[in-house]
């Protein structure tokens, strides 16, 4: 049944989606490009060529961009779509050099093994931002081949050409498609060696306009197919023992008759990993209910005390992360330090499609269909296990349903893979929602100690923001690196202060090593830094006497951030016509924060109903630089919102008898849509660079309801979700 | 034993037992449109229509359906192939995003609308509070759900 030859590598292990561009939040400036670039010239110039020669393998997508005969231009990339647009908006701008009407546009997520290497992975809100330059040059490169290959067909130079939407049109008149210049060359395609001139962006016709999403039509038809629905020929069902209490690990395993069970195809049990595989799912459970399989638990069982006890901070300890001036000393003078303590709950990630992996592992290769958005990571990591090549692998991208950060975890594949080489089959493993809460990892729980202090003139004299989180990126890097760094650069995501300070400005971040499983959540450290500097300033503002739309005016910098930052800021409190205020018995919250190269800027519209807050409607505007979408701008700016209502009012994750309180949603309610507010999106017009989409919207929303419910109760909500106090 | 889905009599192993009919769809019939949330009652990702009522297939035995009519998103179609008006209108509100729960706000939608031709946002809300999305779609679904009952319901003056 088991290969002794195979060596197994199960230890938790993730994938790292482009750390480089973590740190490139406005101030710092847009570093995504160089590199990515070069990369993606490179490939573009192997793939361009592969593209249009029609003798490439027509059965392997080979390539960035194809265009076939009837004038249908592929795009071939290895993004993942799990919600967020990013086909659609790859796609909008691989066409828009080739000025090609959007019907004759299609996109696919091609598997790894073809030339569309995507070491990175979908992830940290970057695909647009690291795609929009590479694509562009891709396509105009390809633009310029096929004029100098119609030139070339018909005799004229090519400066006697004219681009149209479908082609290329002579003085004369005599029209070619690009499908047709294509299917008529027969010489070898040369790349030309200087960059291609790209558009205007005035000329942009594609580009900024609000296609209809790609993917939409097979999700409401129900044939889009996601990792839950992958379906082999001769394919089995694979259960994995998973234990409850956390930190458990197998001591023993009595298989009884499991193997002789009706159905069972195999039974691996070695290295404290053991799984069953049978012809159904409801046989490999009942197989593996079966066995008698002894855990060992931890010393000590975790406690939500000790987690508690442990995430909070100790001022000595943090590492500096952002000094400008003496902020101590000016606290230390300061005739009076305004201080405030936050902090927030773990979370799970809850995507609705809890993740599957279908792995057929056979002599001659391997084919996986993983919930990952990582490809190539996920490729190595099976190949790893397998002791195979990696080349030996090829995982095909699946639709995931919802992602948010959870869809990192090589296990996954890893733990079907084992199945599949002892089974000789393939082999489907498809988690339930209590594997998801119970052996999924979860959003680190944070503290945050504020304090600040201020000018006579309401300018902010001081700031000083201490954060002790659990580890976020660490967790997935080897240790020596985390006792390298000190810091988790994941969980300081929208920590440093983006107001200004006239004496100093302090921030410093405490690294927590919890005993549980913490990870990436959609925006990492971002949510729980906004809902901590975002009601903090609000108090400052309280505190000055001074709106707290006027008291962010004026302190934000001069810079070009701070400039775009109060435009969004404008923009929204025109939207929802700050002056004027919120219904009667309602209040307005306002909040705003920066992440990968946006700018976001909310107000929430809130009450209280039956002593429960309620957000009637959120406003938000949004400066993400040159939009590609705009309609996905908005779907992703309301998506962020609503995860961050969830998180705000309902969510929390607590430990119990050792084990995470919840199993399924009746323990971990989601937000509902009758608890879900309508909201308004504007987007601020922009000449930045594009930037994310994916998480930043999340960032100022916990900080826009949390100084409504002040207003409306006089007491500032110091946890997350919120809890009301009477007045 | 038989099972009406779609309209079509489709033949099932007879265990005498009660699997949800969402694993005998999915994973037996590898009818995948009815997606798997929760297996609990709760998210509606799995919902179906039973005698044209919305109805959660995770918490449906097989063996209490012989004799019904059961219809999932792949039958929601017109018999022409056209499509409903609410996949129409859950297109043109662009309301997915990962998509995954919309198969069963479909068919909550649906049912609605077959009760209740012109409902109110109170209706439409109260109706679609059953189903989670964790994408958090929620006021392009109401709002999406009004336009498709206009639809079905063209505004005569
Ligand atoms: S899967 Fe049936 S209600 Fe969630
Ligand atoms: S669209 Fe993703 S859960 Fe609804």
Request: proline residues 6%; charged residues 15%.
């Amino acid at each position: 049944m088991k290969n002794p030859s195979l060596r197994w590598k199960i230890s938790r292990r993730g994938f790292l989606v482009g750390v480089g561009t973590t740190v490139a939040v406005v101030a710092v400036g847009w570093v995504a490009g160089k590199n990515s670039l070069r990369l993606a010239i490179s490939n573009m110039a192997e793939g361009t060529e592969k593209a249009i020669t029609r003798g490439a393998p027509p059965a392997t997508p080979m390539q960035w961009l194809s265009i076939s005969a009837d004038n249908i231009l592929t795009v071939h990339v290895q993004k993942i779509e799990m919600g967020q647009g990013i086909l659609t908006a790859l796609a909008q701008i691989a066409a828009e050099e080739l000025s090609l009407p959007w019907e004759n546009v299609r996109i696919v997520m091609d598997p790894t093994g073809s030339p569309v290497q995507d070491p990175n992975g979908t992830g940290n809100s970057e695909s647009v931002v690291s795609h929009y330059l590479p694509l562009r040059n891709a396509a105009a490169t390809l633009r310029d081949m096929l004029a100098a290959a119609a030139a070339t067909q018909l005799n004229v130079p090519v400066a006697a050409l004219k681009n149209t939407p479908t082609g290329f049109v002579t003085d004369s008149g005599v029209a070619r498609t690009y499908g047709a210049i294509v299917a008529a060359h027969t010489a070898e395609w040369v790349v030309p060696e200087t960059a291609p001139v790209l558009k205007e962006t005035s000329a942009f016709s594609l580009i900024g306009t609000s296609q209809k999403r790609l993917d939409i039509p097979a999700k409401v038809t129900g044939t889009a197919v996601y990792g839950h629905d992958v379906r082999l020929p001769n394919m089995t069902w694979g259960v994995v023992a998973r234990p409850r209490i956390i930190g458990a690990v197998i001591a023993s395993v009595d298989p009884k008759n499991a193997a002789t069970m009706p159905g069972v195809v195999a039974i691996v049990n070695e290295d404290s990993f053991v799984g069953v595989v049978a012809e159904t799912k409801a046989q490999a459970q009942t197989a593996l209910l079966t066995m008698d399989i002894q855990w060992k638990l931890p010393d000590t069982l975790v406690t939500q005390a000790a987690i508690d006890a442990a995430t909070t901070v100790d001022p000595a300890t943090g590492v500096e992360i952002q000094r400008d001036g003496d902020a101590l000393a000016a606290l230390e003078s300061a005739k009076t330090v305004y201080t405030r303590e936050f902090r927030t709950p773990m979370a799970v990630h809850a995507h609705l499609e809890p993740q599957a992996s279908v792995v057929d592992v056979r002599p001659d290769g391997v084919d996986a269909w993983v919930s990952t958005q990582v490809p190539a990571g996920m490729a190595s990591a099976i190949a790893e296990a397998l002791n195979r090549e990696a080349a030996n692998v090829t995982v095909h991208p699946v639709y995931l349903g919802g992602g948010f950060g959870r869809r990192l975890d090589a296990d996954l594949g890893i733990e079907a893979a084992r199945l599949s080489a002892a089974a000789q089959r393939p082999v489907a493993i498809a988690w339930s929602r209590a594997d998801e809460f119970h052996n999924g990892f979860v959003r680190p729980p944070t503290h945050h100690v504020m304090r600040g202090s201020l000018a006579p003139d309401g300018t902010i004299e001081a700031l000083s923001h201490h954060q002790a989180s659990g580890d976020v990126l660490l967790t997935i890097f080897p240790a020596a690196v985390g006792t390298f760094l000190g810091w988790d650069i994941g969980a300081v995501r929208g920590a440093k202060w983006y107001y200004t300070a006239n004496a100093g400005r302090l921030m410093t971040a405490q690294r927590v090593q919890l005993p549980i499983a913490t990870s990436f959540w959609r925006g990492l450290g971002l949510l729980a830094n906004g809902f901590a500097i975002e009601s903090f300033i609000d108090e400052l503002a309280e505190k000055a006497g001074i709106d707290p739309l006027t008291f962010r005016m004026q302190n934000l910098p001069d810079t070009e951030f701070g400039t775009r930052m109060k435009a969004t800021l404008n923009a929204v409190s025109t939207l929802a016509n700050w002056n004027s205020g919120p219904p009667e018995g309602h209040a307005y919250g306002l909040a705003c924060s920066a992440d990968a190269g946006t700018c976001v800027a909310q107000i929430a519209d809130v009450s209280i109903v039956d002593g429960a807050v309620r957000v009637h409607h959120v406003y938000a505007a949004i400066d993400c630089g040159l939009v590609i979408n705009p309609d996905g701008v908005v779907a992703q700016t309301e998506g962020g919102i609503m995860m961050g209502v969830s998180s705000t009012l309902i969510e929390a994750l607590t430990v119990v008898d050792g084990a995470f309180s919840a199993s399924n949603f009746d323990a971990y309610p989601l937000l509902r849509n009758n608890q879900a507010p309508d909201i308004s999106v504007v987007i601020v017009p922009s000449t930045a660079a594009p930037g994310g989409m994916g998480e930043p919207p999340i960032g100022p929303i916990a900080g826009a309801i949390a100084n409504a419910v002040y207003r409306l109760t006089g007491s500032r909500p110091q946890t997350l979700p919120i809890e009301i106090q009477a007045k | 034993m038989e099972l009406s889905i779609n309209g079509k009599l489709v033949t099932i192993a007879d265990n005498g037992d009660s699997r949800p009919l969402v694993l005998v769809l999915r994973d037996e019939l590898n009818m995948t449109g009815t997606k798997f949330g929760c297996g609990a009652g709760i998210c509606g990702a799995c919902t179906v229509h039973v005698d044209g009522v919305a109805t959660r297939a995770c918490q449906t035995p097989v063996n209490q359906l012989a004799g019904k009519s059961i219809t999932t998103i792949e039958g929601l179609s017109l018999a022409d192939g056209s499509l409903h008006p609410l996949q129409q209108a859950f297109i043109e509100h662009q309301v997915p995003q990962c998509g995954w729960c919309m198969s069963g706000q479909i068919m909550t939608a649906a049912a609605l609308l077959a009760v209740n031709a012109n409902p109110s946002r109170a209706d439409i809300v109260t109706a679609m509070d059953t189903n989670y999305c964790r994408c958090g779609t929620y006021h392009r679904i109401r709002n999406a759900v009004a336009h498709a009952a206009s639809l079905k319901n063209p505004v005569t003056e």
